[in-house]
């Protein structure tokens, strides 16, 4: 279950990166759901839990049978 910090900061990052390119896709394809100023809010929190998401699939202990 738990990790070391390159888990976590391969995560923190992941986060980042998925909350801008979802806010970059927001802005590109006109998602105008819940934002806050110019800030894609549904966009961005998509993108990043997808990314998440993806680096915990990526990074998980796989048992083999």
């Known amino acids: 279950m738990g990790g ?3 888990r976590l900061a ?3 990052l992941s986060g980042w990166v ?3 390119l979802g806010h970059i896709l927001g ?3 006109e998602i105008n ?4 100023g110019t800030l894609r809010t ?3 929190t998509l ?3 997808i990314a998440l998401f993806a680096a915990h699939i990526l990074t998980a202990n ?3 049978r």
């Open 18 to 20: 998925g909350f801008s």
């Open 10 to 12: 391969l995560f923190l």
């Open 4 to 6: 070391d910090t390159r």
């Open 47 to 49: 993108g990043a839990f």
């Open 62 to 64: 796989r048992k083999h």
């Open 42 to 44: 549904a966009s961005a």
């Open 27 to 29: 802005v590109a394809f």
């Open 33 to 36: 759901v819940f934002a806050i």
